[in-house]
């Protein structure tokens, strides 16, 4: 079955840098968002989209934009890097169910590393 | 606001045996999904069971099965004859009608041989 696919897996950017991270959802799942984990952490929601529009946004730092396009593949930008950056960054994906969010199906992360 | 606890950062277990790892949480919606993730080191998150809040009856899935306490807003994961490959960090984790999940910040839990 086809899952979340997060590209790239692993990137390593300096300071300052700008970064992009992508998120191609299972086909046919309205809802996407973003989370952020460091080292040691639980994930920290960043952001969602809903059925290509923004729904909710949680601690995602100014540097940080989102969108998610036509086909539903989202894209999280990220720009002057700092260090506090570095963390794993997963991609979900949700059907829903009279309205709920049923389970998420999570990509397997794309690591940042900024030095 | 919604907000998930978890009390026990860390648990151990002798292969074969039981555990049960705790969550509680807090929320005024009457209908929400409850969830427990495991991350592997892999770090690739999976679910391991769900629970529907209008569901009375527990969860279980294989050698997994949860407590459900609506009203204490108790959220348990047993998980019985433990087996190696069970080490992971375990994350509780709640959903309503918004559009994010709220996890909690995870039990570690390690299976002794």
């Known amino acids: 079955a086809a899952g979340v696919i997060q590209s790239p897996r692993h990137l390593i950017k300096e300071k300052r840098e700008t970064a992009t991270l992508k998120c191609y959802p299972i086909?046919?799942?309205?809802?996407v968002y973003w989370y952020q984990q460091g080292p040691g952490q639980d994930p920290q929601f960043l952001i969602s989209?809903?059925?290509?529009?923004?729904?909710d946004k949680g601690s995602i730092p100014d540097r940080f934009s989102a969108q998610q396009f036509s086909d539903y593949h989202s894209e999280l930008n990220m720009s002057s890097l700092e260090l506090g950056d570095s963390a794993l960054y997963f991609c979900?994906?949700?059907?829903?169910?009279?309205?709920?969010?049923?389970?998420?199906?999570f990509g397997q992360g794309t690591r940042l590393t900024v030095v | 606001a919604q907000t998930v606890t978890q009390s026990q950062p860390e648990m151990s277990v002798q292969e074969a045996e039981t555990v049960t790892l705790s969550c509680t949480y807090d929320?005024?919606?009457?209908?929400?999904?409850l969830f427990w993730y495991k991350q592997p080191p892999s770090r690739q998150m999976i679910l391991v069971i769900r629970?529907?809040?209008?569901?009375?009856q527990n969860a279980t899935e294989n050698r997994f099965s949860v407590n459900f306490q609506k009203a204490a807003k108790s959220f348990s994961l047993k998980i019985s004859d433990s087996q190696l490959g069970d080490t992971a960090m375990y994350f509780c984790?709640?959903?309503?009608?918004?559009?994010?999940?709220?996890f909690g910040t995870g039990t570690s839990l390690t299976v002794i041989p």
């Open positions: 984790a709640f959903h309503n009608t918004g559009n994010q999940f709220y």
């Open positions: 989209f809903y059925e290509k529009m923004q729904s």
């Open positions: 979900a994906s949700s059907p829903r169910d009279r309205g709920f969010l049923t389970e998420a199906f």
């Open positions: 086909p046919r799942h309205d809802t």
């Open positions: 929320t005024s919606e009457s209908n929400y999904y």
């Open positions: 629970q529907e809040a209008y569901k009375q």
